[in-house]
């Protein structure tokens, strides 16, 4: 017998099918994995809702006024991406719907900035509680490109906050932050 044969019967005798795995333990594991994910999912959840007992101290943000003045900018399209206590860009404000993203517009006014979410109520930020106004490139654990996110810092209550939106064309951030900018009370005025 050569060994070309030889070779041949071994390699034959090799491909035999794997043994299929029981449907017991394939089900099993399925259960466990699901128990897995509702469980991180039940932690989220409560996670949530132990950050919104925290911040239930915050005061609701106050309604838009009736009428505003003419728009310093805007409005521009876009997304609210969340607030988050000033200087910590993950420290997100989950109460009064303020950590809920949603698309919409923003528009600054000289009574102050207004972004009017869809399926959410509008978050209005009077020009007396701007604090400042600047380009960054996350909040809420939202990350973009550099000056990707216009972020307006303003006082709560006693807090300050910090609230993200991004505009669908970049080219309308900068307006945004310069009208946000000159809306920010002088030191003789927030001393007054």
Known sequence: MSAAPAALAVSVAMQESAETTQLGPRLAFTAVMVGV????????????????????????????????????????????????????WLDRVVVHGLGATAAGTMS?????????????????????????????RGIAGSVYEQG????????????LLDSGFRASAARHHDDLVAALKSLVPTTEEAGA
């Open 37 to 88: 994910i509702a469980l991180a999912c039940w932690l989220m959840w409560r996670g949530w809702v132990a950050r919104g007992r925290r911040q239930a101290d915050l005061p609701e943000p106050a309604a838009p006024p009736g009428t505003l003045g003419a728009p310093l900018a805007g409005p521009v399209e876009g997304r609210y991406l969340a607030s988050t206590s000033a200087g910590d």
């Open 108 to 136: 600054v006014h000289p009574e102050g900035a207004l972004i009017a979410r869809d399926g959410a109520d509008d978050l209005f930020i009077a020009a007396a509680a701007i604090r400042g106004a600047r380009l960054d």
């Open 148 to 159: 990707g996110i216009a972020v307006v810092t303003w006082e709560l209550g006693e807090r």
